[in-house]
Nanobody, 117 residues
Framework: QVQVVESGGGLVQPGGSLRLSCAAS????????MGWHRQAPGKQRELVAV???????NYADSVKGRFTISRDNAKNTVYLQMNSLKPEDTAVYSC???????????WGQGTQVTVSS
């Protein structure tokens, strides 16, 4: 059994910052990638950022230059530093953990991020 738990969401004013954390625990397999997706009301879920075991990050165009993803392999933890937040960043942010074996694909329960004045 694998548990994926996010933390760090909340309410922030436009231009503010938040840091999300996601930790994987339990029967940990060899993790290939850890990433963040988000889903806003009435919209499809989209990839925000992902980082591989080698440390290579990829970002959605909408967050490039504002968000930074990082990873602590020893702790099976991934972070998302979000700066210069905009109201359109409001969404439920979910963490995804993927192994080298595609069968190992786990999601967290999600954390709400609300950007509003």
């Amino acid at each position: 059994q694998v548990q994926v738990v996010e933390s760090g969401g909340g309410l922030v004013q436009p231009g503010g910052s938040l840091r999300l954390s996601c930790a994987a625990s339990g029967s940990i397999f060899s993790i290939y990638a850890m990433g963040w997706h988000r889903q806003a009301p009435g919209k499809q879920r989209e990839l925000v950022a992902v980082i591989t075991s080698g440390g290579r990050p990829n970002y959605a165009d909408s967050v490039k230059g504002r968000f930074t993803i990082s990873r602590d392999n020893a702790k099976n933890t991934v972070y998302l530093q979000m700066n210069s937040l905009k109201p359109e960043d409001t969404a439920v942010y979910s963490c995804r953990v993927t192994g080298w074996d595609p069968a190992n694909d786990y999601w967290g329960q999600g954390t709400q991020v609300t950007v509003s004045s």
